[in-house]
C-alpha cells in the first residue's frame, strides 16, 4: 500500500487551503454545506478552536482549524506584498514597509495567543513587543519627537497603553464580524477579530503615545497650562485639551494627505469592491460570449459554465441565463433542471431560476398541438415547485387539472366515454378564459389567453371526433351514471323529475316569512343531486349555497368549523352559474370568536347584496350533533338560531336522513318553525324517461318487458335505476364483443335483466349494507319473518311502522317495497347460515 510523500502531502495540504479561500469568497453557500459535513453545528461565522476537544474524535474538523489559522495568519502578509509594489507603482512614493511590519506583527501575535498561546501573560508580551517596537522607532531616526513623547507623555502614555488594549478587546469582537466575514469570510471569526485587535491595539499604542507627546509639546509652545496627577495617572483638563488638539493635528495631516480626490477614489474603489464589480465585468463578458456561442450550437452544452456555476454570490443581474436554460430545457429537460436547482440552492440567483421556470412554463404549454399533448403536459411540469412562482399561481394549477382531466378522458375505455370525460376540461378552459380577461399582468393573461384558446380549439375538435366515432361505434354508449350524486356540468340532463321539490323550494323561500326547511329521504335518494341542480331551477333572486357538513367535521375545533363553512360558502358562490365572489372573513376575528365573526361576515354579504335572499343549504345536518358531543358546546347551534331571528335575507335548508324528531330532543329548540319535504323515489313516469331517453339522442334499447322489470325490482329508487341500467349495459356490449349481438338489432329484454341481478347486488353492497346495519334486531327479526312468508303480529305494529317510516316494508306490512333490498338480504340470510 503506497504512501503519500511529504513533499506531495504538503502540496495537497496548500492546495486544500487555497480551495478554501476560493469557496469562502466565491462558493460560500457550498462551503457551508462542506462544513455541516464536518460538523452538523459548525457554521462559516464560528471560531473551530472552539471544539478544540473534539479533535481527537474528528480528524476532519482538526485539519479544517489548522487551515484556518493559517489562512487568516499569512493572508494580511501576502497581502501587503502584493499591494506594496502597485502602490510604489501607481503613488511614486516610498511604501511604510515599518507600519505594516507593526501590523503584521501584531496581527500573527493575535493569532498565536488565540490558538492557545498562555493569556495570563499577554500583558508582559505586549510590553515587550511595545519595547521592541520603540526601539526600532528610535533607530528608524526619529528618536527626538518620540523622546519629547515619553519624556513629557507618561500620563499620555499611560492613557494609550490603555486605549490600545481597550480597543484590541472591542475590536476583536468588531472585526471578528466585519473584517473576518465580509473580507475574508473565514471559519474563525473570533480569531481574526483578536489578532487584529492586537494588532490594531499595538499600533494605536504607538501612535497615541507620540501624538500625545507630540501635542504637549505643541501646547507648551502655546502656553496651555497642564499637570498630571502621580498619585493616580490620571489626565486632568489639560490633558484633555491636549487630546483635543492632538486630535485636531491628527485630523489635519490626514485631510491634507488624502485630499478630496483620494476620498473619492477610496469610496469608489470600496464600492466596486462592495458589490463585486471587478468580477461582475468579466462575467458579464463571459456570459455575452456563451449566449452568442449557444446561438449556433446546442444551448445544453453551455449551461455548466455558467457564471454562477464559479462565482455564486454575483449581486448585479446577468442577462440571458433564464433564456438559455428556457432553449436547454427543449432539448435536454434534465439538464436544464439540474441546473435550475443549483441556482435555487447554491447561489443567490433564485430570481433568474424562477424566471427559467416561468418561460419554460409558457413554452411548454405552448408547444401542445394536440390532444395527446395536453394530456402529458401534467406529468411533464410535476417537477415546478409547489406552490409555482407567483406570476403563474393561480394559472398554472388549472392548467395542469385540465391536463389531467384529458388524461383521465383518454384512458377511457370507449370513445362515448372519452367524449363525456372532455366535457369537465373544456368547461374549465372555458371559465379560465373568462378569468384572464380580468387578470393584472396584461402581458401574462396575453400569453396564457393565446394557450386556453389554443388548447379550446384542439379539445374542441377532439370532442366533435370522439362524438362522432362514438355514433360510428358498434358498442352502446354508456350515459348512465351510478354515482353518489349527480354534478349539473357532467350530469347534465341526466337528473329527472323532483318538480314538486324544486316548486316547493321555491315557493317557500319567496314567503315573507319563510320556515326553515328540512329535505329528507332515505340514502341514495338523489337529495344531494337535487341541492347541486337548485341553482337551475329556482330564480334568480334566490342564492342556493351549498354546504357539506360531512366534509366540514374534518375540522376539530369551533374555530376550524366555522373557517371551512366560511371557505365553502365561498367556493359555493363561485360554482354557481352566475358566480359571486364573496369576500373572506376577516381571519383575526374568526381565530379571537369563531361563529359571532361568522355572523358579522354574512350581515356584510347581505349589505354588498342587497335584492338577492341566500338559500344556505346545510347538508347531511345530523353531523352537527358530532360536533356539538366532540366540543361540549352547542355554538354552531346557536349561530343558526341567530341567524334565522336576524339576517332577513338569509334562508336556511336542512338536508339529511332523519327528521328532527329521531334527533336528540335539544334541536327542537334551536328549530322551532320547521317544513319539512320528503325525497322518496321517482314518479314511475319519470324512473321510466330515466331509463329510456337519459340523454337526448339516445336510442331505445330495451323491450317494454325489461323495462317493466326494472321498474318493479328497484320500486323506481334513482340510485338502483341507474346502476341496473349501467350494468345492463356492459352486459350487452359484452356480447357486442364476443359477437353474439349485432348492435343494430339488439334489444334488452326481462331475461338480461334477470341475468344481471347478482352483479347488480355487488356492485350496490355498500347501499345495501347501510340499510341492514341501521336496522335494530327486531327489525331484522321481523324481515326474516316476511321473507319466510308469515304475517305481521300485532306486536310487531310499532316495528312495521318504522320500517314502512324507513321505505322498506309497504303500508300494509307483508312485503318489502324495493325487490332488490329483499334479495339482497335473502342473500346474506343464506351466507349467515
Not at 473551530?48 to 476537544?53: A, H, I, K, L, S
Not at 520603540?134 to 492613557?159: D, H, K, P, W
Not at 356492485?763 to 327489525?779: K, P, V
Amino acid at each position: 500500500m503506497s504512501q503519500t510523500s511529504p513533499k506531495s502531502g504538503f502540496w495537497n495540504y496548500v492546495a486544500e487551503c487555497l480551495r478554501l479561500l476560493y469557496w469562502i469568497y466565491f462558493k460560500p453557500f457550498t462551503f457551508e454545506r462542506w462544513l455541516r459535513d464536518i460538523h452538523p453545528e459548525l457554521k462559516p461565522i464560528d471560531n473551530p478552536f472552539n471544539r478544540r476537544v473534539e479533535f481527537r474524535t474528528n480528524p476532519r474538523l482538526r485539519r479544517y482549524a489548522g487551515q484556518v489559522w493559517w489562512l487568516t495568519a499569512l493572508a494580511p502578509m501576502f497581502s501587503v506584498l502584493l499591494v506594496a509594489p502597485v502602490y510604489m507603482l501607481l503613488s511614486g512614493k516610498s511604501f511604510e514597509w515599518f507600519v505594516s511590519f507593526i501590523f503584521c506583527s501584531g496581527w500573527l501575535m493575535g493569532r498565536v495567543l488565540d490558538r492557545g498561546f498562555n493569556r495570563n501573560r499577554l500583558v508582559t508580551l505586549f510590553f515587550a513587543a511595545l519595547i521592541l517596537l520603540l526601539t526600532l522607532r528610535f533607530l528608524s531616526g526619529v528618536a527626538v519627537a518620540l523622546a519629547l513623547g515619553l519624556a513629557t507623555g507618561l500620563g499620555g502614555l499611560a492613557m494609550g497603553l490603555g486605549i490600545g488594549l481597550w480597543m484590541g478587546l472591542v475590536l476583536s469582537v468588531t472585526y471578528s464580524m466585519a473584517f473576518s466575514s465580509v473580507v475574508l469570510g473565514l471559519g474563525g471569526s473570533m480569531a481574526v477579530g483578536l489578532a487584529l485587535g492586537v494588532a490594531i491595539g499595538l499600533g494605536m499604542s504607538l501612535a497615541l503615545c507620540v501624538s500625545i507627546g507630540w501635542a504637549q509639546s505643541i501646547a507648551r509652545s502655546w502656553g496651555i497650562s497642564y499637570e498630571i496627577s502621580a498619585a493616580t495617572g490620571g489626565v486632568e483638563v489639560g490633558g484633555i485639551m491636549i487630546g483635543l488638539v492632538g486630535g485636531s493635528l491628527l485630523s489635519s495631516i490626514l485631510g491634507s494627505m488624502i485630499g478630496l480626490a483620494g476620498s473619492l477614489a477610496v469610496g469608489l474603489a470600496w464600492f466596486f469592491g462592495v458589490l463585486r464589480i471587478y468580477f461582475w465585468l468579466a462575467e458579464l463578458l463571459w456570459m455575452f460570449i456563451l449566449f452568442c456561442m449557444s446561438r449556433f450550437q446546442k444551448p445544453k452544452n453551455y449551461l455548466k459554465y455558467l457564471p454562477p456555476r464559479f462565482d455564486q454570490l454575483i449581486i448585479l443581474p446577468l442577462p440571458f441565463m433564464d433564456t438559455m436554460i428556457m432553449k436547454a430545457y427543449q432539448e435536454n429537460p434534465n439538464t436544464a433542471r439540474e441546473t435550475i436547482d443549483y441556482l435555487i440552492t447554491f447561489t443567490n440567483k433564485q430570481q433568474v431560476a424562477l424566471q427559467a421556470i416561468i418561460k419554460i412554463t409558457v413554452e411548454s404549454l405552448h408547444q401542445c398541438r394536440k390532444l395527446g399533448d395536453v394530456a402529458d403536459i401534467a406529468s411533464q411540469l410535476t417537477w415546478i415547485p409547489s406552490p409555482p412562482p407567483p406570476e403563474i399561481g393561480t394559472i398554472l394549477p388549472q392548467l395542469l387539472d385540465i391536463s389531467q382531466g384529458v388524461k383521465a378522458s383518454q384512458e377511457a375505455t370507449t370513445s362515448y366515454r372519452q367524449y363525456e370525460l372532455l366535457k369537465p376540461p373544456i368547461n374549465a378552459l372555458q371559465e379560465l378564459k373568462n378569468t384572464l380577461i380580468f387578470a393584472k399582468n396584461a402581458a401574462l393573461a396575453t400569453q396564457f389567453g393565446s394557450i386556453t384558446n389554443r388548447w379550446l380549439t384542439i379539445l374542441e375538435t377532439a370532442q366533435r371526433t370522439l362524438e362522432e366515432t362514438a355514433k360510428k361505434s358498434q358498442e352502446i354508449s354508456q350515459v348512465y351514471i351510478a354515482s353518489n350524486s349527480l354534478d349539473p356540468t357532467t350530469a347534465k340532463n341526466r337528473f329527472k323529475g323532483r318538480i314538486d321539490i324544486f316548486r316547493e323550494i321555491e315557493t317557500l323561500t319567496l314567503a315573507d316569512q319563510p320556515e326553515v326547511l328540512l329535505l329528507y329521504g332515505g340514502r341514495k335518494t338523489g337529495k344531494t343531486s337535487a341541492l347541486k341542480y337548485l341553482p337551475y331551477k329556482i330564480g334568480a333572486n334566490i342564492v342556493p349555497l351549498l354546504v357539506d357538513l360531512q366534509g366540514g367535521l374534518s375540522a376539530t375545533t369551533l374555530k376550524g368549523l366555522a373557517e371551512n363553512l366560511a371557505q365553502q360558502i365561498i367556493e359555493a358562490a363561485r360554482r354557481l352559474p352566475r358566480k359571486i365572489f364573496l369576500p373572506h372573513p376577516d381571519a383575526d376575528k374568526l381565530a379571537e370568536d369563531p361563529f359571532p365573526a361568522l355572523q358579522t361576515w354574512l350581515a356584510e354579504i347581505e349589505r354588498s347584496n342587497s335584492g338577492k335572499r341566500f338559500l344556505l343549504c346545510l347538508d347531511e345536518y345530523e353531523r352537527l350533533s358530532e360536533v356539538v358531543a366532540a366540543t361540549n358546546s352547542r355554538a354552531p347551534l346557536n349561530f343558526i338560531r341567530n341567524l334565522l331571528q336576524h339576517q332577513k335575507q338569509w334562508l336556511l335548508l336542512f338536508s339529511g336522513s332523519h327528521q328532527l324528531s329521531e334527533l336528540d330532543a335539544y334541536w327542537t329548540d334551536y328549530l322551532i318553525n320547521t317544513r319539512a319535504l320528503r325525497m322518496s323515489y321517482l314518479q314511475e313516469s319519470e324512473a321510466r324517461e330515466l331509463i329510456t331517453c337519459p340523454i337526448e339522442d339516445f336510442s331505445n334499447i330495451y323491450e317494454s318487458n325489461a323495462v317493466d322489470l326494472i321498474i318493479h325490482l328497484t320500486h323506481c329508487q334513482p340510485y338502483l335505476v341507474q346502476l341496473m341500467c349501467y350494468e345492463l349495459v356492459e352486459f350487452l356490449n359484452k356480447d357486442i364483443r364476443a359477437n353474439r349481438r349485432q348492435l343494430k338489432t339488439i334489444k334488452a329484454t326481462a331475461q338480461d335483466v334477470q341475468e344481471i341481478i347478482p352483479i347488480v347486488l355487488e356492485r350496490g353492497t355498500s347501499y345495501f349494507r347501510e340499510i341492514w346495519n341501521n336496522l335494530t334486531e327486531n327489525d331484522r327479526n321481523l324481515l326474516q319473518r316476511i321473507i319466510q312468508d308469515e304475517t305481521p303480529t300485532p306486536q310487531d305494529k310499532g316495528t312495521v311502522r318504522r320500517l314502512t317510516r324507513k321505505e322498506i316494508l309497504t303500508q300494509e306490512g307483508n312485503a318489502f317495497q324495493v325487490p332488490l333490498v329483499q334479495k339482497y338480504i335473502e342473500q346474506l340470510l343464506e351466507e349467515e347460515n
